[in-house]
């Protein structure tokens, strides 16, 4: 098992053990949790505000091609553990992250909490 499954594999044991009450984390071990947590909403964040900008630089077709890119280097990486939990996740994300880019016009969620 590499660092990158260890650490993984370690962080899923810590939530799923803090979400079902079998295994309480420590108070450090929540505080790394939330960080983590907090750092992927604000990455994500980020990456939806460049996706948002890439009409300004990038042809829909390149674009296309780009997000495409992503996803071959997202299915063959050996940088990513073979959990099939972080490639999937990864997949939904970019997914909902990049539909400006997989549409012509992309009018957003007609789901009434998202602003």
Not at 17 to 29: A, I, K
């Amino acid at each position: 098992m590499n660092l990158c499954e260890s650490s993984q594999h370690k962080l899923y044991r810590l939530a799923t053990g803090w979400l079902t009450g079998s295994n309480p984390m420590t108070r450090e071990e929540k505080a790394k949790f939330v960080a983590q947590c907090r750092e992927l909403v604000m990455t994500m964040g980020r990456l939806e505000t460049t996706v948002g900008r890439l009409d300004e630089r990038l042809t829909k077709a390149e674009q296309r091609s780009a997000l495409n890119e992503v996803l071959e280097w997202l299915g063959s990486t050996p940088e990513l553990a073979r959990n099939p939990y972080t490639r999937e996740w990864a997949r939904e994300m970019l997914a909902q992250v990049a539909a400006l880019a997989a549409y012509d016009t992309f009018e957003g969620s007609p789901d009434s909490y998202i602003v």
